[in-house]
């Protein structure tokens, strides 16, 4: 009995002092978690002195130069009717963009691709339409890039119709009477309200709004406007200009915007690509001899009418062929 006891005893002295084993594991990592965020806190001054100059010239904002006053845009372009200006008795090259203070960098756009300034574009638009714009159907709004012509379907089409009626022609002639010198971009966009249209026509307002915006540019082009210069975008009920729960906001919601680009059409240069194409013709036809004359039973010949051919044939294909002579 007594032998039964003093083993117990022994077990349960070995079961209290186990906590030291996972308590001295413990104060060993945690010191050495101090040892390492004291390494890391001593700072050599060197070394930092040299990083603190690196980022200083990184992060330093280089001076600039330039003239101008600051503004939002980067760019002040002037849009002369011709590349060069005549100054005096002789023809200097025309002033590009100038860069504003606080501007990065240049605008890639050469001034050539910009088309005829659209603030005067608007002042011609304004006195043309005078009594349109003060009746509320028509209206001219300008930003960056477009000068929006918003006309009132009303004017253009019956309800419902996507065939311009004959006052939308006087309407557009007397539109087209200013846009049509000029070489902007031109586009056409077609908008309705939101009550549904289903017919034998239409099978929605998708539709309806790209057929009216179509039949607009049909008949800019038959007025003398340049169909390359010329695109559609039809939306639909959903680019609402105003709330469509009322009779008036419907309306003003049903209309069709004629928007003219800052950007101009350029016409290739048809001459440079014909002297490309010629160039190219007689490099190809060039390489062809002097394949011909490395192998014997390659023959090219050039023909009268222009271009080449290629015949392994050792007769003349000029040559007529000879009549059989009969028995």
């Given at each position: 009995?007594?032998?039964?006891?003093?083993?117990?005893?022994?077990?349960?002295?070995?079961?209290?002092?186990r906590w030291l084993v996972s308590y001295a594991d413990y104060m060993t990592l945690m010191f050495a978690l101090f040892v390492v965020l004291y390494a890391m806190s001593i700072i050599k001054e060197e070394e930092y002195s040299v990083l603190a100059d690196s980022l200083t010239k990184l992060f330093e904002k280089p001076a600039q130069s330039g003239t101008g006053v600051p503004g939002k845009s980067v760019l002040t372009v002037p849009a002369p009717q011709s590349e060069l200006e005549l100054h005096g008795s002789s023809l200097d090259s025309a002033k590009g963009p100038t860069l504003l203070a606080d501007?990065?960098?240049?605008?890639?756009?050469?001034?050539?691709?910009?088309?005829?300034?659209?603030?005067?574009?608007?002042?011609?638009?304004?006195?043309?339409?005078?009594?349109?714009?003060?009746?509320?159907?028509?209206k001219l709004q300008q930003d960056d890039n477009w000068l929006s012509i918003e006309l009132s379907s009303g004017l253009l089409f019956a309800s419902g119709s996507a065939s311009t009626t004959s006052s939308a022609q006087t309407l557009l002639a007397e539109i087209t009477r200013i846009?049509?010198?000029?070489?902007?971009?031109?586009?056409?966009?077609g908008y309705t309200d939101d009550q549904p249209i289903n017919n034998e026509l239409?099978?929605?307002?998708w539709e309806l709004s790209v057929s009216r915006a179509t039949s607009v540019l049909r008949l800019?082009?038959?007025?003398?406007?340049?169909?390359?210069?010329?695109?559609?975008?039809?939306?639909?009920?959903?680019y609402p200009f105003t709330s469509?729960?009322?009779?008036?906001?419907?309306?003003?919601n049903r209309k069709v915007v004629i928007?003219?680009?800052?950007?101009?059409?350029?016409?290739?240069?048809?001459?440079?690509?014909?002297?490309?194409?010629?160039?190219?013709?007689?490099?190809l036809q060039q390489q062809l001899e002097q394949v011909s004359q490395q192998d014997g039973s390659i023959r090219v010949i050039a023909?009268?009418?222009?271009?080449?051919?290629?015949?392994?044939?050792?007769?003349?294909?000029?040559?007529?062929?000879?009549?059989q002579q009969e028995p």
């Open positions: 009995m007594y032998r039964h006891k003093k083993q117990h005893q022994q077990i349960e002295q070995e079961q209290l002092d501007a990065t960098r240049l605008s890639e756009v050469s001034e050539r691709q910009l088309g005829s300034p659209l603030q005067s574009v608007e002042q011609q638009l304004t006195r043309a339409l005078a009594n349109l714009l003060e009746q509320g159907l028509a846009i049509n010198p000029i070489n902007n971009y031109i586009r056409i966009r239409f099978a929605s307002n800019l082009e038959r007025l003398g406007t340049a169909p390359e210069r010329m695109a559609i975008e039809g939306y639909g009920q959903y469509n729960d009322s009779a008036q906001g419907r309306a003003a928007a003219i680009s800052r950007y101009g059409y350029l016409a290739p240069d048809t001459a440079s690509v014909s002297q490309d194409d010629a160039a190219a013709s007689a490099a023909l009268p009418g222009g271009g080449i051919r290629i015949t392994t044939r050792e007769d003349n294909p000029d040559a007529q062929p000879e009549k």
